[in-house]
T-cell receptor, first 115, second 109 residues
């Protein structure tokens, strides 16, 4: 069956440019997570949605980062006025429901390079 | 102090060897624990959950020590295909999942 998909897979942006990253979770999955993974590091939590509700955005590094999931399926992570330190892989993950033991299924990620 | 700490390695072991990774966590009330595997330039994939009683899946054994706040992963009879980065993941509460930096394993022929 279809897994989590993300687009674009690669994005090169000039400093100051706005970018939008898309995530298509597995159909029927209630929970959706965004993570940022810098080179040589583990994924770091950015934000969490339960259906269309953004229940936790404590990991967003600044107010330049904004995420939405208006219909409870596809999600978009937007970064305004990109900076070089935003260069990273942005991973989206979904799980069937929020339970402590639920498996998260990750998408392939979007590699963002800000020049 | 980081929520989750792992030895980044690298661990270079010969085929057939047994190798163990440890991971410590800071929040004693943490609810659930996982090991994920991440291949180079790929997304993380669940390897196994870690239960209080310990659990085994083929050549892989995971243990949880709540008193000392660490989890471990043991890989027996290492295969070349085990070469990857192993990520320790801890869920201290609700929807927060904290990943370690990962431990790099290379299995050498």
């Amino acid at each position: 069956g279809a897994g989590v998909s993300q687009s674009p897979r690669y994005k090169v942006a000039k400093r100051g440019q706005d970018v939008a990253l898309r995530c298509d979770p597995i159909s029927g999955h209630v929970s959706l997570f965004w993570y940022q993974q810098a080179l040589g590091q583990g994924p770091e939590f950015l934000t969490y949605f339960q259906n269309e509700a953004q229940l936790d955005k404590s990991g967003l590094p600044s107010d330049r980062f904004f995420a939405e999931r208006p219909e409870g399926s596809v999600s978009t992570l937007k970064i305004q006025r990109t900076q070089q330190e935003d260069s990273a892989v942005y991973l989206c993950a979904s799980s069937f429901e929020l339970a402590f033991e639920e498996t998260q299924y990750f998408g392939p990620g979007t590699r963002l390079l800000v020049l | 102090r980081k929520e989750v700490e792992q030895d980044p390695g690298p661990f270079n072991v010969p085929e057939g060897a047994t190798v163990a990774f440890n991971c410590t966590y800071s929040n004693s009330a943490s609810q659930s624990f996982f090991w994920y595997r991440q291949d180079c330039r790929k997304e993380p994939k669940l390897l196994m959950s870690v239960y209080s009683s310990g659990n085994e899946d083929g050549r892989f054994t995971a243990q949880l020590n709540r008193a000392s706040q660490y989890i471990s992963l043991l890989i027996r009879d290492s295969k070349l295909s085990d070469s990857a980065t192993y990520l320790c993941v801890v869920n201290p509460w609700g929807n927060q999942f904290y990943f370690g930096t990962g431990t790099s394993l290379t299995v050498i022929p």
